[in-house]
């Protein structure tokens, strides 16, 4: 059985090697751009552009600050950063320059290691400079002075507000030859240009800051503040005094009056001390967004949130279901969530996010993580910042699988065992599993975890520091309840140890202590040290590499889990298939659609580079980074199959589905993958082909209308369930009957059980397509040749035929059997929808690449005369029809379709050359009188299922066909091994020249004149040749059938005359045997070749075709007289399909069979 | 610390919720244990663990329960859950058809992967919500307010389909406490004898002592014998 997983794997590799094992594209070979947007916390639209060496000075802050240096202010030398939007400072020496090692550009310094702003500096959006004057200065040095919209509001901006505003102004001076220094002074420039429009946004955006209005000059006191969450309205959690939180207020005051607020905020030592003990309640929520980044997101779309509400009021969907459920349940002990505001908000913005993050949707641990971030900010700064939670800092934690949840589970396992080597054995010598505890931590952060008060606090850090804070803490947890976790020795024991502890965080850590400094450290802060003083060695890069190094390990489980779950849940059909084909119809569904969104992904990359400049906010932060996007593992983003994946999943199993065209690349993407091969492939190359490695599918109405069948609710799109349910019906059944009624139900449109003309032709276009690489299965090769042997004494065909030769055989029998036994419509139950299918048909036809060769038009004789009008009874009809009529010299071996509706004549056999052109014509006229009243759409008829399955019974081979070798072309579990064949090897009608060579053709060309030359040069060059063409000629003949159904009807429009029909009724007896001659002379060709072999089949039951009668009667004058010039037309139409199919040296063989001129033979190609 | 007033020998039995989400798995252990009943409790994260011990005359059963997550995304947390069961309640709500088709999942999925032997009670919460809730509920205040009959699933309908697999069954209401504890008991007296193990050792009950939940120590002889009568 296949291993999904090691499908995903290696398909990953086959896209790009260096990516194999990437939990996205960020991690293990990052892009310069990640590093720089983790760095910054800037949106995935920016691009590190230019970068300089440089020194940030800080002005010497207010007069107030007299333990400041006054002279000269903070000094700090970094590197300055420029991308599309922003200009940022940091102390940090890394660069993302191109020509920047990968180590160059990940040295990290400061407790954010490159997982948030790290070190000191700005990130100013260009948009928030105001104005950027480049200094006078000395030493031939560039310094530039920025000063930016700090403080000053669009009205303020007037001249006498101007003297109260302490102008924020920053110096930079830039370190580097004057070449590097312009250029990046271009690029800033350009930058800022750009830029100006956003400075409307930008206010609007900052207005919803806090801080906006705790810094507001004087005479706005009286300004109603932003929204800083429900703890405005119901409280913030906590005791304010024992929080401290005005000390905090006044000392952030202080900070933002001197270093810029929100946006313009410029970090400093003091900056992540501040953080640390902890934010004030509110300018919490502020902090969040400016730490986490996810104001900037804000700040790129600031009304995406409103707008999200507006486009989907109303709709429903899963995820609302599952919010529902949960809102009066989300902190339901913070008073604001047990009113209708607190739930409304939190309704809002899950709702909100489950619309802009489909994939991902509502999980359950959000609400709670929402619920807690609305306490302290606005519905769409928690939009946001939701966002920014679920892209960036704690990636898969809700996805569907939570792969992300398991993974930093393992993650966290190995940091304990490797930190906590003593617990670890304790642990796993009593059976506790860690993450039992651990995981609800990690997944609400903490958040109901410990006191509401304590887990904010974490926050605070959490969205500076980024996800390795959820691992620090968790550390210091365990190491300090160490001693007491080695006493448990069972789930409950350790989880109640933990319990008790976190109850009590704010007890002293030590009581007992002589000291009162001492005592009075909580054991919180006792927790916060251990994290990050005894943890700091755990950093962002760590946590990285691990989860690179657990991530393939967690996301085959994951995938085994769902496989398992997913095959347990197909419901009762999948019962008729065993647990090995359901696993590798699963592998084989999934794995189609996880590569096919890889090479979609590829594709739009590729476009995307293209121009540059259309980018999306928020939806393109998450698929530029998710280059999985569609594993199974991660939360398959769609678990529905569209046609064209349908037609590549049923090539990778089934030979009849890949497509003739020669420009398939001729391998198989399971098997070549097997072989592993695909180190070979480059991106490049499968993005080449849209099909990716794997053989091109082919297009025919049978995959339509397969896959219609299978779309039971019509939604255009197949599930798993309905693909199983679809096999089962083809598979499970093992029984002869299932797979006949199978087939005839989808060839009955609208389910009356019945099956017109139309239909019938189809089915007779689906049977040759399915066959055309071969039948499969058990066959038993001598029965019909046998029956066949009976009735052609001759012996010529003596040889056991090769089965797919004899099949086409079958297949033009079948077609005949149907109109003979076909009940006529009740006239008044004609539907000229009749027609309309077929034109739509017709037309796709032509449309189709399948194409192969173009068809031979030699291979069928549709005759037409006018001007002969034999009377014939029935009997003679019968003999007419009989075309293995003993009467058939070893010439006849042809396959004839009696009044099948004709034309049908695959002139199979024989070798006799001199043919006697006038008694071909006379022939063929009566043929095609007959075939007329089969194709008279004015006559219309239909089979039932009964006739359907008698038809069917009665050929020999069809039997097997439905009962073994139909369910068996299609290969679940082996799927295609072998390379499948080229065009040129299929069993098709169509020219000989591609296998029995020039003497052939050159027989062909000429006519009927020289058939003699066929049959040795096709013997000799082989058989293979010859197969080709029946099958494509098969399938010619049903297309001309199809056009002069559409002749007739013309002609019948024309001018209808009864008598004329009942003349022609009757073929000549005469006319048999002339039809045979025909055959003989027709005999070119490869029909020839394959001669007797295949005629043989065909015509078992003289009876039945004698039955043929009533139906028989309409036949057009009209539309013989027009057979001709179908014929021709037909010729031409083959030209044109085989053209357009890219087919190859068969058209010459076609135009020559045309212009062979005898003007009866037509060949019109339909899909290979 | 070991309770000299238990001759009976106590084994631990290792129980597992699953069904979907919101269907009253936390409100039933809630019961179990607390007798108490929240109106609006917090979804599960992961999953939650209690204990509660059943006294049978013979012996006495401590159930360690693992209550987890029901949205249908924990599922492949499950596994970490049910790992060495020897029993599980699949929950579904009565009022919810779509419950009772995840919880056959549940059912399909615990007999092919828990341990063998697990013994299942298929329990269908929220029979306050019916017409026959309120009038059988064992408890105060059923569910008065809800003149209407909300029951979407008939109890034959589930019935049938636990005797086929040869599950435990049961209609609740976490809420009124009805037929709560009966589930817990038949449970108790479904465990075969042999695969009872001994409750742990000191260890586990000094660890133990330190939470509000009861928690009974014996190393006694094995009685046979299981009876009715769960005291909780």
Same mark, same amino acid.
């Given at each position: ?243 401290? $939180? ?289 943890? !700091? ?376 050359p001199g043919a006697d052109v006038d008694t071909r014509r006379r022939v063929s006229k009566a043929q095609s009188e007959k075939a007329n009243i089969a194709l008279d759409p004015s006559n219309p008829l239909h089979i039932t299922l009964p006739t359907f399955r008698m038809v069917v019974l009665a050929d020999e081979l069809l039997e097997q066909f439905f009962e073994t070798s139909f369910p068996a072309s299609f290969h679940i579990i082996e799927g295609l091994t072998t390379t499948p064949t080229s065009a040129s090897s299929l069993t098709t009608f169509s020219s000989l020249g591609i296998g029995a060579g020039r003497a052939v053709n050159a027989a062909l060309g000429t006519g009927q004149g020289t058939p003699g030359g066929g049959p040795a040069g096709g013997a000799g060059r082989g058989l293979r040749g ?50 045979? $001659? ?31 009668? !009533? ?5 057009l004058t009209g539309a013989d007289a027009e057979a001709s010039d179908v014929a021709l037309a037909g010729v031409g139409d083959g030209v044109e399909g085989g053209a357009a199919s890219g087919a190859g040296s068969s058209s010459v063989n076609t135009a020559g069979g045309g212009g062979g001129g005898t003007g009866k033979v037509v060949g019109v190609e339909f899909d290979g | 610390m070991a309770d000299s007033n238990a001759p009976k020998p106590s084994s631990s039995v290792k129980l597992v919720l699953l069904g979907e989400a919101a269907v009253g798995k936390s409100s039933l252990v809630l019961r179990f244990v607390n007798n108490d009943f929240q109106e609006n409790k917090e979804p599960t994260i992961g999953a939650a663990f209690l204990t509660q011990k059943c006294n049978l005359p013979t012996r006495t ?111 609740? !209401? ?59």
């Amino acid at each position: 059985m296949l291993n999904f997983s090691s499908f995903v794997q290696k398909a990953q590799q086959l896209l790009d090697p260096v990516q194999g094992l990437n939990l996205s594209e960020s991690d293990r070979n990052p892009s310069k751009a990640s590093l720089f947007q983790s760095q910054f916390r800037l949106p995935s639209s920016q691009h590190p552009l230019y970068e300089i060496t440089a020194e940030l000075t800080i002005p010497p802050a207010n007069a107030t600050q007299g333990d400041r240096d006054r002279d000269r202010g903070h000094q700090y030398a970094g590197k300055l950063h420029l991308s599309e939007a922003f200009l940022c400072f940091s102390t940090t020496p890394s660069s993302f320059l191109q020509s920047a090692t990968t180590t160059t550009s990940s040295i990290f310094t400061g407790q954010t290691h490159g997982g948030g702003p790290g070190g000191n500096g700005f990130t100013f959006p260009l948009c928030s400079i105001r104005r950027v004057e480049r200094l006078h200065s000395q030493n031939f040095q560039f310094a530039l002075s920025l000063s930016t919209w700090n403080g000053i509001s669009q009205d303020a901006a007037k001249e006498k507000d101007k003297k109260e505003l302490r102008e924020q102004r920053v110096t930079l001076q830039l370190a580097g030859n004057r070449q590097a220094c312009e250029r990046f002074c271009d690029g800033l420039k350009k930058g800022l240009r750009a830029n100006v429009g956003m400075v409307a946004k930008l206010k609007k955006v900052t207005s919803e800051c806090y801080s906006e209005y705790l810094l507001r000059p004087e005479d706005k006191k009286n300004a109603a503040p932003p929204d800083a969450g429900l703890g405005m309205l119901f409280k913030y959690p906590g005791d304010p005094k024992k929080l401290r $939180d005005r000390a905090k207020m006044r000392l952030w005051a202080e900070y933002l009056r001197d270093n810029g607020r929100n946006t313009t905020l410029i970090r400093q030592p003091t900056f992540h001390k501040l953080i640390r003990v902890g934010l004030p309640n509110r300018l919490r929520g502020e902090m969040w967004e400016l730490t986490s980044g996810s104001i900037y997101l804000r700040l790129e779309s600031p009304t995406l949130y409103a707008d999200t509400l507006a486009k989907f009021s109303g709709q429903e969907s899963l995820a609302i279901d599952e919010i529902e459920k949960d809102l009066n349940r989300s902190l339901p002990e913070y008073p604001g969530f047990q009113s209708e505001e607190g739930i409304g908000r939190l309704r809002r913005v899950l709702t909100a996010y489950s619309w802009v993050n489909a994939d991902v949707g509502y999980c359950q641990a959000m609400n709670i993580v929402v619920a807690a971030l609305l306490i302290y900010m606005s519905e769409a700064q928690a939009f946001f910042l939701l966002s920014t939670l679920c892209d960036r800092l704690v990636p898969g934690y809700y996805s569907t699988t939570m792969y992300g949840t398991l993974l930093d589970q393992k993650v966290f396992e190995s940091l304990v065992e490797k930190t906590m080597p003593i617990l670890w054995e304790h642990l796993v010598k009593s059976d506790v599993q860690l993450s039992v505890v651990s995981l609800p931590w990690f997944l609400s952060l903490y958040i109901n975890s410990m006191p509401l008060v304590f887990a904010f606090r974490v926050l605070d850090v959490f969205f500076v520091e980024g996800p390795k804070v959820l691992f620090q803490v968790g550390l210091a947890i365990l190491r300090i309840n160490g001693e007491e976790l080695l006493d448990a020795t069972d789930d409950g024991a350790f989880i109640s140890v933990l319990k008790s502890y976190f109850a009590r965080l704010d007890e002293s850590a030590h009581p007992k202590s002589e000291n009162p400094k001492l005592r009075a450290v909580t054991k919180f802060q006792e927790l916060m040290v251990v994290a990050f003083k005894e943890f !700091s060695g755990i950093t962002h890069s760590s946590i990285t590499e691990l989860r690179l190094k657990n991530k393939d390990a967690v996301l085959s489980n994951i995938e085994n889990f769902a496989k398992r779950t997913a095959i347990r849940n197909l419901g009762p059909d999948s019962k008729l298939l065993s647990n090995d084909e359901l696993g590798a119809l699963y592998d084989r569904f999934y794995t189609v659609l996880y590569e096919r969104q890889q090479r979609d992904h590829i594709i739009k990359q590729e476009q995307a580079r293209r121009n540059k400049n259309s980018r999306s906010r928020i939806a393109e932060a998450s698929e530029g980074d998710n280059v999985e996007k569609g594993r199974v593992g991660l939360g398959p983003s769609t678990s529905l199959m569209d046609y064209d994946a349908f037609r590549e999943f049923l090539a990778g199993m089934c030979k009849w589905a890949i497509s003739d065209a020669p420009s398939t690349p001729q391998r198989d993407a399971f098997a070549e993958k097997d072989k592993g091969f695909y180190g070979s492939f480059r991106r490049a190359d499968t993005v080449l082909s849209p099909w990716g490695a794997g053989p091109e599918p082919a297009e025919h109405e049978f995959l339509q209308r397969l896959f219609q069948k299978w779309d039971t609710d019509a939604s255009s799109a197949l599930t798993l369930q309905k693909v199983v349910s679809g096999l089962a019906g083809i598979k499970g059944k093992r029984d002869i009957m299932g797979a006949i009624n199978y087939f005839f139900e989808l060839h009955d449109d609208n389910g009356d059980g019945k099956v017109d003309r139309e239909g019938i032709l189809r089915m007779s276009e689906a049977l040759l397509f399915l066959s055309r690489r071969g039948l499969e299965g058990t066959l038993s090769p001598s029965n019909s040749s046998v029956a066949l042997g009976g009735e052609n004494a001759n012996g010529t065909q003596g040889d056991v035929q090769p089965v797919s030769e004899r099949f086409l055989g079958s297949v033009s029998a079948f077609i005949r059997r149907c109109f003979e036994y076909a009940d006529p419509d009740h006239p008044k139950n004609q539907d000229h929808s009749v027609r309309e299918v077929q034109q739509k048909s017709e037309s796709t036809l032509l449309d189709e690449p399948a194409g192969e060769e173009l068809a031979n038009p030699d291979a069928f004789a549709i005759g037409d005369d006018d001007d002969e009008d034999d009377d014939e009874d029935e009997d003679d009809e019968d003999d007419l029809l009989a075309m293995d009529s003993p009467t058939g010299s070893p010439k006849t071996a042809a396959k004839k379709f009696g009044n099948s509706p004709p034309t049908l004549q695959l002139n199979s056999t024989e070798l006799t050359p001199g043919a006697d052109v006038d008694t071909r014509r006379r022939v063929s006229k009566a043929q095609s009188e007959k075939a007329n009243i089969a194709l008279d759409p004015s006559n219309p008829l239909h089979i039932t299922l009964p006739t359907f399955r008698m038809v069917v019974l009665a050929d020999e081979l069809l039997e097997q066909f439905f009962e073994t070798s139909f369910p068996a072309s299609f290969h679940i579990i082996e799927g295609l091994t072998t390379t499948p064949t080229s065009a040129s090897s299929l069993t098709t009608f169509s020219s000989l020249g591609i296998g029995a060579g020039r003497a052939v053709n050159a027989a062909l060309g000429t006519g009927q004149g020289t058939p003699g030359g066929g049959p040795a040069g096709g013997a000799g060059r082989g058989l293979r040749g010859v197969l080709d063409n029946i099958v494509t000629d098969g399938m010619r003949v049903a297309a001309e059938v199809r056009r002069r159904m559409e002749e007739a009807q013309k002609e019948l429009e024309k001018n209808a005359l009864p008598e004329t029909q009942q003349q022609q009724r009757g073929a000549g007896a005469g006319g048999d045997d002339e039809e045979e $001659d025909e055959d003989e002379d027709g005999g070119f060709d490869r029909a020839s070749t394959r001669s007797g072999k295949g005629g043989g089949a065909a015509y078992r039951g003289d009876a039945e075709r004698r039955s043929v009668r !009533s139906s028989d009667r309409d036949l057009l004058t009209g539309a013989d007289a027009e057979a001709s010039d179908v014929a021709l037309a037909g010729v031409g139409d083959g030209v044109e399909g085989g053209a357009a199919s890219g087919a190859g040296s068969s058209s010459v063989n076609t135009a020559g069979g045309g212009g062979g001129g005898t003007g009866k033979v037509v060949g019109v190609e339909f899909d290979g | 610390m070991a309770d000299s007033n238990a001759p009976k020998p106590s084994s631990s039995v290792k129980l597992v919720l699953l069904g979907e989400a919101a269907v009253g798995k936390s409100s039933l252990v809630l019961r179990f244990v607390n007798n108490d009943f929240q109106e609006n409790k917090e979804p599960t994260i992961g999953a939650a663990f209690l204990t509660q011990k059943c006294n049978l005359p013979t012996r006495t059963i401590k159930f360690e329960i693992w209550d987890t997550a029901g949205q249908e995304r924990f599922a492949s947390l499950a596994p970490m859950y049910y790992r060495n069961a020897q029993a599980a309640l699949v929950v579904y709500d009565l009022t919810k058809p779509t419950s009772l088709i995840k919880a056959k999942h549940w059912v399909a999925e615990l007999q092919r992967q828990a341990s063998p032997g697990i013994v299942i009670a298929l329990v269908g919460n929220k029979l306050d919500l019916t017409n026959d809730g309120a009038g059988n509920g064992g408890d105060v205040d059923a569910g008065g307010e809800d003149s209407g009959d909300a029951r979407k699933i008939t109890t034959e309908e589930a019935k049938t389909y636990a005797e086929e697999e040869s599950l435990l069954f049961f209609e609740t !209401s976490a809420k009124t406490g009805y037929n709560v504890t009966e589930v817990f008991t038949a449970i108790a007296n479904a465990i075969p004898e042999t695969s009872l193990k001994t409750a742990r050792g000191p260890g586990a009950s000094h660890a133990a002592n330190r939470t509000e939940e009861q928690r009974v120590n014996l190393n006694g002889p094995r009685d046979p014998s299981a009876k009715e009568g769960c005291a909780c």
